[in-house]
């Protein structure tokens, strides 16, 4: 079993910033890309950022020099530090991550979300 949880969401004024953080738990023998999807009320769900396991990262470009992910491999944790928020960034954020476990090879795994709400 493997769960992925997100934490850090929740409501910040324009301009302001939150730092997301997901954490993966379970029989994980290791962790290749980790990822980080959004989705907004109406819309579709769109990529954010990802950083594969040596650190290298790529971003949607609107979330370019705003937006910073980075992980921690000893603790199975990605984070996604947002500064500079706008109220179009309100959205349900999502942890996504590329796991190996033993004797079942490489699945995609989905946390449940983190509501971000910019508003003043």
């Known amino acids: 079993q493997v769960q992925l949880v997100e934490s850090g969401g929740g409501l910040v004024q324009p301009g302001g910033s939150l730092r997301l953080s997901c954490v993966a738990s379970?029989?994980?023998?290791?962790?290749?890309?980790m990822r980080w999807h959004r989705q907004a009320p109406g819309k579709q769900r769109e990529f954010v950022a990802a950083?594969?396991?040596?650190?290298?990262?790529n971003y949607k470009d609107s979330m370019k020099g705003r937006f910073t992910i980075s992980r921690d491999n000893a603790k199975n944790t990605v984070y996604l530090q947002m500064n500079s928020l706008k109220p179009e960034d309100t959205a349900v954020y999502y942890c996504?991550?590329?796991?190996?476990?033993?004797?079942?090879?490489?699945?995609?795994?989905w946390g449940q979300g983190t509501q971000v709400t910019v508003s003043s």
């Open positions: 996504n991550a590329q796991i190996r476990r033993a004797l079942r090879g490489t699945s995609d795994y």
């Open positions: 379970g029989s994980i023998l290791s962790i290749n890309d």
């Open positions: 950083i594969t396991s040596v650190g290298r990262t």
